[in-house]
């Protein structure tokens, strides 16, 4: 298995839901990102977990919080959202440093 | 802190016409690496480039690492409509973190 997915792929919640994102590879890489992309900008760095530790949280609110449960698995789970957090987010991975990423087709999320 | 430029910000060519964008760091990289990103997609690596003026190709792509590398550009010759995306640069400065450049958004009329 050479790629990483991600559920869902679209997700409509409202400011006061709670819901998860998923994230999942099988290719044994070592490290896992969390990134932010709004439309035509570049993706923006949230979270790193290296070896299922918390390695780089690039100050995330704490509405965001990340959970790495085993070397394959990463969810982001979400609270209390704003609408300015709708954005496309994009988990990926990497087996080395310097980290190449593999990007999953990310979860585009819409916070009513 | 640490960023990383990109010009020019958009490109409309004619199929077949040559394109370049420019990737700039404010500081001294480790590596730098390239993406692509068609649109509706997500970021696809495309290669990296560790060594002080390296040059590689990848068929009609020709990527460079400056002398003191703190510059990066990407070629694309005789560009075809399968080439229209975004293309960033990301830079690496030793550590898990990459910074993505702005991109450039590449558009390719037949």
């Known amino acids: 298995d050479t790629e990483v997915t991600q559920t869902p792929k679209h997700l409509v919640m409202g400011m006061t839901n709670k819901k998860s994102l998923k994230c999942e590879q099988h290719?044994?890489?070592?490290?896992m990102y969390w990134y932010k992309q709004k439309a035509k900008k570049p993706p923006e760095l949230m979270f790193v977990?290296?070896?299922?530790?918390?390695?780089i949280n690039e100050s995330v609110p704490s509405r965001f919080s990340p959970e790495c449960p085993n070397s394959s698995l990463l969810n982001l789970h979400l609270h209390a959202l704003q609408p300015e957090d709708s954005a496309l987010y994009l988990c990926?991975?990497?087996?080395?440093?310097?980290?190449?990423?593999?990007f999953g087709p990310g979860t585009r999320l819409t916070v009513l | 802190g640490q960023q990383v430029m990109q010009i020019p910000q958009y490109q409309h060519v004619q199929e077949g016409e040559d394109f370049t964008t420019y990737c700039n760091s404010s500081?001294?990289?480790?590596?730098i690496q390239w993406y692509k990103q068609r649109p509706g997609g997500h970021p696809v690596f495309l290669i990296q480039?560790?060594?002080?003026?390296e040059v590689k190709k990848q068929k009609r792509l020709t990527f460079q690492f400056g002398e003191a590398k703190k510059n990066s550009s990407l070629h694309i010759t005789a560009t075809q409509t399968t080439d229209v995306g975004t293309y960033f640069c990301?830079?690496?400065?030793?550590?898990?973190?990459?910074?993505f450049g702005t991109g450039t958004r590449l558009q390719v009329f037949p």
């Open positions: 500081t001294t990289l480790s590596n």
């Open positions: 990301a830079g690496n400065y030793n550590t898990d973190k990459l910074i």
């Open positions: 990926a991975s990497s087996p080395r440093t310097p980290p190449e990423q593999f």
């Open positions: 977990y290296s070896y299922e530790k918390l390695s």
């Open positions: 480039l560790v060594k002080s003026g």
């Open positions: 290719m044994g890489h070592r490290a």
